[in-house]
């Protein structure tokens, strides 16, 4: 997704300006926007890395994934490297057909410039 060149349109907050190739920083409270069709059950779908540069600073961060501000999970990551996390998502937190706000909000993130994980792709599946 990040690779996309309208990555952009997805993206509403916490995210570098700019992608650094097929993936892109996200910081504090990063904030992603997809618009959705009347689709059956969907589940959402996330991969990540948390660069060992960053983990030496934070150690082990929790994720904490939301959609339109309903919680669907708290993510443990507890190293470094990378990871994909496929989760069901309840009918009633998503808008169907309509927009649909993801955040995924880090407990802890490097300093100075609030650096939190980096997102490779993100999405619904069937």
Known sequence: MMSDPDAGSYIVQGFRDHSEGSWRWA?????????????????????????????HETGPVTLALSINGHLLERLSCGHAGDYQVIRPVPDAYLNKPGVNLVSIDPDKTATPEKLGFVLLTAGFVE
């Open 27 to 55: 910081h504090d409270h990063p904030v992603l926007r997809f618009t959705l069709p009347p689709a059956g059950p969907l589940k959402f779908s996330i991969s990540f890395t948390l660069p060992e540069g960053t983990f």
